[in-house]
Structures are given as structure tokens and as C-alpha cells.
């Protein structure tokens, strides 16, 4: 039986979901399974087993993983590469590489064990509650301060609920990644409660691109439950769902704007939010003591030095935690690659 290491690139938090759920999907077919960072250490960790799999969440930390890719192919090891980064069409040069795997990678052990390539091509499952819950052993759960200065020494412990998004903002990754539309679990009660017991977390972070709070399917799996967290949500929150994440622990939320200019924000980027919708809900948050970190981007193309000026302004105004990424066209980096199936594990 092959054994597989799964590898990351740290960033901005020293902890991969991906890498950490893949460990818990080989683990439970009797693979022999871990996952590490990229680090001082990961050399000789990576030399005790058959296959190195990478994972990618953007294009710089493909480029930063290459030399460790470079390393895994002088050991002589089967290298895989997965991740966002690979889901959207990401250029990876195929001579260090010999497999791509464009999907999630659930039914990765059919690979491992009987040569089933599917996992390559395919989503394997709609079905999140059939997929056994990440790897948490590695976590101290001092991971997910991000920088924010409230955040440090709160121990955070993370947890999916979903996965896809509905909306196309024209500069998410999102838009790329197969299936289209929000899968769910059912078992986010049960699995939350089991958490806070088990971990006693400050604060749960959900991993979700956005919560499905306007999913009732959702909402019903709260009932009764209160857990601190935080989650991602859009500016255009109902009044009602953003009452009813607060009612069950929401602690802390990032949302974007992206661009203070209304104009830019939906006419250019497709955001569809208003200025309204923005202060309404930071309204609320203020008005319940919410942490909130609004998201703004920089060297978008198409900015007049209104537009730009629109994005101070409100920068100035809207309060809690403004954070600004730097625009990255994503196209410049999905050239195609080389999906070439170099080499069959036996």
C-alpha cells in the first residue's frame, strides 16, 4: 500500500483544510496519511513516503511550493497537485508533476488502491455528510489570528458547513470551481456540539466561501445551538439572517465591498450590493457589538480616481477592521497544463 504525504504552503495560517481532510479520507481507507507545511522540516518528513501531494490555494503559493515539487522529484516520489488553485485551470508546469487533479479529491483512496483515475476528473461525491471530518491533530488552534490584533491569542478551532457559492462576482475564483451552486451538510449541530466539547474552542471558524444563512435547510440546523464563531457574509445580509446568526454566536464577520464607488462595485465588478445594504448591516453589527472587517480591493483596471477616492471614503467611515487585498486578474495565470498521467500506482 502506497503512503501519501499532503503539502501546503503557509501564508497566512500554518493549517491547509484540504491537506488536513485528504489525511482523514486516506486514514479511513487504512492509507497510510499525514499532512505538512512546507518548512525546514518538510524535507526529511517528505523522504518517508511514496507519494507527495501538494495543495494550492493561489498562484503565489504554487510558485513558492516549486522548489519542494523540484526536491519530492529527485527523491524519486509520485507527485499529485490539487487544490482552488488547480480547480480553476491554474498553469502547472508538467515536468514536475505527474498528476493534476481539477476536482476535490474525495475518492482519492480508489486512486491509491485500485487505479480508478476518476478522482482527476470528477466531482466523487454531492455528499458532504459521507466525507469524514479534517484531520485535527496538528492544530494548537492559535492558527487563525490572521493578523487581526483582537484575534491573537483566541483559540480558534475551524469547521465547514458548505461548500460553493451562488453569487459571480466576476473576481472571486469561485466563479471557476466545479460543481456550480452550495452543497450543505446535515450534521452541523451534532458535529459543532461535538467540537466545543471535544476542543474547547474559543471561537469556531466556518471555512464556508459564504454561510447558506438564506438556506431554511440551513438555518433548521441551529435550532437550538449557540457556538461562538465567525463567517464570511455578504454586505447584502436580510435583516432577518443577519439577527438570526447573532442569536446563535457570530462573533466576528468579514464581508466585501470591494469598492466604495456603488458604481464600480456593480456595474464593473458584478457585486450586485448597494451602498444602503452596506450600512444596514453595519448598522447592526454595531448596534450588537459584532467584530467586523470590511474587504477592500486595490489596482482594480477600470478605476477612475473617483472610484478610488469613493473606496478612502468609505474606508474612513465604515469603522471595525478595514483589510485591502491587491486585485489579481485571475486569467493571467489559467493557460492550461498538462494533464499528462505520467505514472500508475500499482
Known sequence: ???ILFSFFPTHVNWNHGAALLTSVCDDSDIDADYAPLDYSWPDKMKGYDIIGFSFVTDSDYIASISYMMMANQEGKIVMVGGPYARRGGYIYPDLVDYVCRGEASCLPDFIINGDAKVFNEVCTDDLDAIPPPDLSHLTGYEFHRGYPFLKGVRIFPYQTSRGCPF????????????SGVRIKHTIKEDLEGMMMAYKPDLIYLLDTTSPYWMKEWREQWKGLYVPFQTYIRADISEFELEFLIAHGLKFTPFGVESGSERFRNEVLKKGITDEQIWRTVRILRSNDVTYAPFFMAGMPGET????KATIKMMNEIGGWPTVWQYQDLSISIRGSDDRRLKVIN
Do not use: T
Open 168 to 179: 459571480q462576482c466576476n473576481f472571486c475564483d469561485v466563479q471557476h470551481q466545479k460543481p
Open 305 to 308: 480616481p473617483e472610484d478610488k
Open 1 to 3: 500500500m502506497k503512503s
